[in-house]
T-cell receptor
Framework: EAQVTQNPRYLITVTGKKLTVTCSQN?????MSWYRQDPGLGLRQIYY???????DKGDVPEGYKVSRKEKRNFPLILESPSPNQTSLYFC??????????????FGQGTRLTVV | QQPVQSPQAVILREGEDAVINCSSS?????VHWYRQKHGEAPVFLMI?????EQKGHDKISASFNEKKQQSSLYLTASQLSYSGTYFC???????????FGKGTLLTVNP
């Protein structure tokens, strides 16, 4: 089954404790991205990757890091989480960055709470 | 810059129609529409490409006016299952970044 898998689904952590949210897709997609969703603000892009070893900042990248060492994986790293990073996070993948008529597939989301 | 969606929320009775609008201040090559149920991931509905192409999905259709950089989602004879938050996403430029609007909460009551 084609899917994007995020882990964990729920996470409560303390301020400053480094954490990683994993994202993996099994569709051989080139393009992957991370979004955060906050009430009233919609989905805002954090980082995206057009292919292996190619990543770039989205609209709200501060406080986050990513890496793309393999095509299927795109982890989101919070080096020193703060309470304002409490949010619902979604990973998404698209077949090819250059194909404009392809849909984005979303993971099930990770609800992160930083206390 | 995020596309602007309107209205922010709409309440319907089953069987009524609704239109959700999405406008962008920058040129778009494509417009995506997604629906999200509470606590779930957004699910793809359709894509509209530059050229004014219209696409349909059962009783949900959409249009894209590239001159005005506006898209509209039409929900006909709404069903209870249509309830959720609808997002439009715009893609333009060389990085193919997909930027979403803030969403429109649609509630369909019996």
């Amino acid at each position: 089954e084609a899917q994007v898998t995020q882990n964990p689904r729920y996470l409560i952590t303390v301020t400053g404790k480094k954490l990683t949210v994993t994202c993996s897709q099994n569709m051989n997609h080139e393009y992957m991205s991370w979004y955060r969703q906050d009430p009233g603000l919609g989905l805002r892009q954090i980082y995206y990757s057009m292919n292996v070893e190619v990543t770039d900042k989205g609209d709200v990248p501060e406080g986050y890091k990513v890496s793309r060492k393999e095509k299927r994986n795109f982890p989101l790293i919070l080096e020193s989480p703060s309470p304002n990073q409490t949010s619902l996070y979604f990973c998404a993948s698209t077949e090819q960055a250059g194909k404009r008529n392809t849909e984005a597939f979303f993971g099930q989301g990770t609800r992160l709470t930083v206390v | 810059q995020q596309p602007v969606q309107s209205p922010q929320a709409v309440i319907l009775r089953e069987g009524e129609d609704a239109v959700i609008n999405c406008s962008s201040s920058k040129a778009l090559y494509s417009v995506h529409w997604y629906r999200q149920k509470h606590g779930e991931a957004p699910v793809f509905l359709m894509i509209l490409l530059k050229g004014g192409e219209q696409k349909g999905h059962d009783k949900i259709s959409a249009s894209f006016n590239e001159k005005k950089q506006q898209s509209s989602l039409y929900l006909t004879a709404s069903q209870l299952s249509y309830s959720g938050t609808y997002f439009c996403g715009g893609s333009g430029g060389s990085n193919y970044k997909l930027t979403f609007g803030k969403g429109t909460l649609l509630t369909v009551n019996p």
